[in-house]
């Protein structure tokens, strides 16, 4: 498998060779269904001028792509970053709609961006900018035709304004047009917290199917934020033992396990874990090569590669992160026999939160933090169970058996639709 091309050409090359099993031209003829299934149903792109705060001018470009709606309405995050390509929107739109489908829930994968260094602009430039996004997309978003979210730098904050920007603009008022929202505004309790707990979820199911306690394990992370915090507090509760956790500052490291939640106060008041008392400092280069029982890449896309991969010591590795581990890597691991949780399971506890912020919305009824974990814990089960037992099975990875059931899924739904 090739790691040239765009990361979208790189995502469409993994989607085929994970569909090349399931035979679909063959067994669907005529439809074009692997054309439809790989390309964008509509791409967005436009400009956003901003005035900022000096009186001056500045323009930057922005992007929406729906993907593909068979399941759902369209769903994914606003990712505000110097680094956003529309390349990088339609590979993130792309994972979107199977990680709706892995874990069943009805929607269908989109995602957004804007190409600016927000952290850069002052808050009354932030609220300009993602209000005016709101306005320009108002008629191609909304409870039954697209979901927004938040992603890399956007959260509960750039989801109320959105939210109000395209009640101005609509004049209705729809809380379930958005999810991410603050709790005052109709967000779930669980959903700051549901991708690292969701991890931790599938992570503790492998270590069953594989034998491994917990209880006395360890575990590194790398990416100490909010996906990587919440799986070590998840799965501190077991017992597990988070000995090294890093962040794109520092690592630390303490055999006997580091002290979580000291770790958090001090990276929140210091903005990283660099010089975290409880631990010693240690080489970044060698936090994902660190002897453990649980990894968690929690950061950054492509950080396995086939360099990393034969040095790996954990037995399981939970992908919090999208895409953290190249093509080449997945072979290796997959022939060294250590199990690795895909992203579009190990961290879709968000997105199963946020859909359950929607159905809350949509019922102006809210359920307790213990209910939405509960919940998610169920479905997030359910679709390991599924993708584990089909693996098993079929003799065959997990990230196999997740991709085969969701395309499955989709497929299933656009040919009951017909031809779009
Ligand atoms: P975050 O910004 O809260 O945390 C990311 C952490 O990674 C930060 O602490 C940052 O310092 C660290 N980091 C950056 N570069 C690093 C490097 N080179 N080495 C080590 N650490 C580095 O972001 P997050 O929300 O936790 O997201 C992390 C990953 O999880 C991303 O890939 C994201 O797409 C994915 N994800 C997050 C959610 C969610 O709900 N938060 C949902 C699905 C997927």
Redesign the pocket.
Known sequence: MSTNGSVFDRAKGLFLHYAKPLKLDERHPGTKILERLTTPDKIMAFRLSLQMDDGSVQVFPAYRVQFNDDLGPYKGGLRFHPQVTLEEVKALAFWMYLKTAVVNIPFGGGKGGITVDYKSLSTAEKERLTKKFAIVLANDIGENTDIPA???NTGPQEMAWMSHAWRMSTGQYNRAMITGKPLDLGGSLGRTE??GHGCAITMLEAARDAGIDPNGATMVI???????RYAAIEMGHQGTKTIVA????A?VHNPDGLDVQALIEH?DKTG?VANFPGGKTMD?NG?LTAECDFLVP????D?ITAEIAPKIQAKIIGE???G?TTQDAIHILYERGITVIP?VLA?SG??TVSYFEWVQNRQEYYWTREEVIDRMRARLVNAYREIADRAKAEDTSLRQAAYENAIERVVRAALERGAQ
């Open positions: 938040p992603d890399v549901a991708t790398q990416g100490f934020g909010n996906a990587g890093s962040d794109s500052r690592a990276k990283s970044p936090v929690a950061a950054l896309e950080c919090a992160a999208n953290p992203d961290n968000g997105v």
